[in-house]
């Protein structure tokens, strides 16, 4: 992100690197010499959480801004669901059979990309979680439509990279899981959600929460695959247990393939 607005003070930057060139003296190497804003040690203390958390909201913000996304369809998905290709390094034989997602994401982002460059490019921009598995599977069907794709990574305790299909200037990073859930939805016009683990349906159920408690409004919420969503969750069986309503079930479809979930979205009632 460039600013090139003209300023009447000298910039930021400039300081930093004037900073810099400053002789070493006991006075200078002090940290409470440096720069507030130029000081990690400063800012990652937990005094400054709030200010990160702002830093977090604003900086993709700003940026989804200057590349002129205005709206999203968003995959959420198993990190471990391998390519087709690749299911013989699959952990369990269910898993590699799962690898069949990955073909139907990638399709159905393609399919999305291909809407979004009909309409400019600006709007029903796919965005994923920026990992391997379904994520990657997203963001490759949009490279392959020609179209850009967001990528929300999250720092973890094990090493995680942007997969290669992610378009570069959309590549963000997060701390904060809650400040990468709002970005994940601040946007979203439609939510498809694939098979996948306690980060997927971590996912989901936050966002079927939204909906239900109308924090947010009602968009196309598409689960892939009826044989794992029923055997993972009972959802009549909430229904009938009255922790939820019969009206609930109806927030979500169930689809099978891409040509499914691309239809039903396109037949979604309004809201």
Excluded at 213 to 227: D, E, H, S, V, W
Aim: with cysteine.
């Amino acid at each position: 992100m460039t600013d090139t607005r003209t300023h009447a003070f000298r910039h930021s930057q400039q300081d930093i690197a004037t900073a810099r060139k400053i002789p070493e003296t006991p006075q200078t190497l002090s940290p409470t010499y440096r720069l507030a804003f130029a000081d990690p040690d400063f800012l990652c203390q937990d005094a400054l959480r709030p200010v990160r958390l702002q830093l977090e909201l604003l900086k993709p913000e700003m940026a989804m801004n200057e590349a002129g996304v205005t709206s999203t369809v968003v995959l959420f998905g198993g990190a471990r669901i391998p390519a087709p290709e690749r299911k013989g390094s699959a952990r369990t034989p269910m898993l590699a059979d799962l690898s069949r997602f990955y073909d139907e994401a990638r399709r159905f982002a393609r399919r999305i990309t291909e809407i979004s460059l009909e309409r400019g490019g600006s709007e029903w921009v796919v965005t994923t979680g920026g990992g391997p598995g379904v994520m990657e599977a997203g963001n490759r069907g949009a490279a392959e439509a020609g179209g850009k794709s967001i990528g929300l990574n999250i720092v973890l305790p094990h090493e995680q990279a942007p997969n290669a299909w992610v378009t570069p200037e959309l590549s963000f990073n997060f701390h904060y899981f809650a400040l990468r859930k709002m970005h994940f939805l601040m946007r979203a016009r439609a939510v498809a959600v694939f098979p996948g683990g306690f980060g997927t349906l971590d996912e989901m159920f936050e966002t079927l929460t939204l909906i239900q408690t109308g924090r947010m409004r009602r968009i196309p919420f598409i689960l892939f695959g009826k044989a794992f969503w029923e055997r993972v969750v009972d959802w009549q069986m909430l229904a009938d247990a009255g922790t939820i309503s019969d009206e609930d079930l109806s927030l979500f479809r169930i689809v099978e393939t891409a040509d499914e979930a691309l239809e039903t979205i396109l037949n979604w009632p309004e809201s």
